[in-house]
């Protein structure tokens, strides 16, 4: 009986353990000056990292030299025809530069509706921009393929919840059982 439920346990802290879950990240740019942006991009996002990859965004949050983007934010990745696609899927956000696609805008149809908010950063194509009309004073708007990327967890990954609870539970099952023994 006791093996079963040291089986068991193990079977459930596995998978507790390789379960995904949306974590909370923080990226930050520094533009270098490139086509008149100067300036400092952050933000938050929430996403599920897959190696150097970060899925499924959703939760964004970005400020501009202070100024916080009026949100929701959408996210999204740039085509090679200029076009923008829209969902959690899209976006391709990576701690390594050189492989980010990606676009926060504050509409998912800038056809209808006109993006005034976007931060778009594209290494493919080669650049990263930034524009905000709404809440600057002037259009920043250029591109800077050159400034500093940094994307980090915010919060490094937690004990699953369930171990612990586990833990207790089989502790309480041994000592029902060494009771019942004696």
Aim: proline share 4%; no cysteine.
């Amino acid at each position: 009986m006791i093996r079963q439920l040291i089986k068991a346990a193990v079977l459930v802290a596995a998978f507790a353990g390789a379960s995904a879950h949306a974590d909370t990240f923080d990226f930050s740019y520094t533009f270098n000056g490139a086509g008149g942006l100067g300036g400092t991009i952050t933000g938050s996002f929430q996403g599920t990292q897959n190696g150097q990859l970060v899925t499924d965004v959703s939760n964004v949050s970005v400020v501009f030299d202070g100024t916080a983007f009026n949100g929701p934010l959408f996210s999204g990745t740039s085509n090679s025809d200029g076009s923008l696609s829209y969902g959690p899927s899209a976006a391709v956000i990576s701690f390594n530069a050189s492989q980010n696609n990606f676009v926060f805008a504050d509409s998912n149809d800038p056809q209808a509706n006109g993006v005034t908010t976007a931060f778009l950063f594209n290494s493919t194509a080669g650049f990263t921009n930034a524009f905000n009309t709404n809440l600057l004073a002037n259009n920043t708007d250029g591109d800077d393929a050159t400034g500093q990327w940094s994307l980090k967890e915010a919060t490094p990954v937690p004990v699953p919840a369930a171990l612990p609870l586990l833990a207790s539970g089989l502790g309480f099952l041994f000592a029902k059982r060494r009771r019942r023994a004696a």
